[in-house]
């Protein structure tokens, strides 16, 4: 039985199991994305890795509009 739903604005709804995948998975993204950057890697070179390992679509919004914020917030 479920007792409460999400309901995130884009994507299915979902369950608390779903929600915390979800988090767990931006917490991923994130943590790689801020090592790439000590580490001195390009926004061209973090957005290679976002597509091999989180299946970002090259020329995708992700890529248009999160990896330069991504990459801003993070240095």
Not at 7 to 18: E, F, N, Q, S, Y
Not at 45 to 57: D, I, N, P, Q, S
Request: aromatic fraction near 6%; hydrophobic fraction near 45%.
């Amino acid at each position: 039985m479920i007792d409460r739903l999400a309901l995130l604005g884009h994507g299915p709804v979902t369950d608390k199991a779903g929600l915390l995948a979800y988090r767990n998975n931006i917490e991923k993204l994130r943590n790689r994305a801020a090592g790439l950057i000590r580490e001195g890697k390009s926004q061209d070179e973090v957005g290679k890795v976002m597509t091999a390992e989180f299946a970002w679509a090259p020329g995708s919004l992700q890529m248009q509009w999160s990896l330069p914020g991504i990459m801003t917030e993070l240095k």
